[in-house]
């Protein structure tokens, strides 16, 4: 159980075109959504934060009009890259939490973003 | 604020070696505990958990026990083999809004045959 996937793996894209990135929960309601960027070698940086049907909690110094969130449901967010440099290139990875167990985030595999 | 401290590495070991991570926590109130795994390439998986004092998080061989009078969650196995090769990040969770988790730097483990 607690299965969270990502589509897709990888992506490349030229610079200056957006990217979308999937995120759900397979075979559980995710009360809160979480979407962290993991530079080479070093730990994971959360970006923002969502409940399905509210607007993201992004932290600080993540541009919210470049990394576009929306949570339509409680099995899917999505993260939209906007008009893609090759700085946002990175490994992004979702995670997903269940109501009622003590904060445990379920992890997606993520999504290898280079943009050329 | 909240914090994790883990051991740095890389740690090396040999196949059926003792594996000790050490992880130390600054927390307000009584945060949940956890260790993930990275593969290369992957998200990150839930190794084990802990969620009050004395509580001992096992699974896979692997196991950490929550001391509340040190606040550490050292992780340990007995016997480490290959396939455990991997980074492992120590993470807490103290309530809150939405329960953020605070990651450790993760600690790099190789284990050669």
């Known amino acids: 159980g607690a299965v969270v996937s990502q589509h897709p793996s990888r992506v490349i894209c030229k610079s200056g075109t957006s990217v979308k990135i999937e995120c759900r929960s397979l075979?559980?309601?995710?009360?809160?959504m979480f979407w962290y960027r993991q530079f080479p070698k070093q730990s994971l940086m959360l970006m923002a934060t969502?409940?399905?049907?509210?607007?993201?909690?992004?932290e600080q110094g993540v541009e919210k009009d470049k990394f576009l969130i929306n949570h339509a449901s409680l099995t899917l967010s999505t993260l939209t890259v906007t008009s893609a440099h090759p700085e946002d290139s990175s490994f992004y990875i979702c995670?997903?939490?269940?109501?009622?167990?003590?904060?445990?985030?379920?992890f997606g595999p993520g999504t290898r973003l280079t943009v050329l | 604020g909240d914090s994790v401290t883990q051991m740095e590495g890389p740690v090396t070991l040999s196949e059926e070696a003792f594996l000790t991570i050490n992880c130390t926590y600054t927390?307000?109130?009584?945060?949940?505990l956890f260790w993930y795994v990275q593969y290369p390439g992957e998200g990150l998986q839930l190794l084990l958990k802990?969620?009050?004092?004395?509580d001992k998080g096992s699974n896979k061989g692997f196991e950490a026990t929550y001391r509340k009078e040190t606040t550490s969650f050292h992780l340990e196995k007995g016997s480490v083999q290959v396939s455990d090769s991997a980074v492992y990040f120590c993470?807490?969770?103290?309530?809150?809004?939405?329960?953020?988790?605070?990651f450790g730097k993760g600690t790099l483990l190789t284990v050669n045959p």
């Open positions: 927390a307000t109130g009584y945060p949940s």
């Open positions: 993470a807490l969770n103290s309530g809150g809004s939405n329960y953020k988790l605070t």
């Open positions: 075979d559980f309601q995710a009360t809160t």
């Open positions: 969502s409940n399905e049907g509210s607007k993201a909690t992004y």
């Open positions: 802990a969620t009050k004092a004395d």
């Open positions: 995670s997903a939490r269940e109501g009622p167990s003590f904060g445990t985030q379920y």
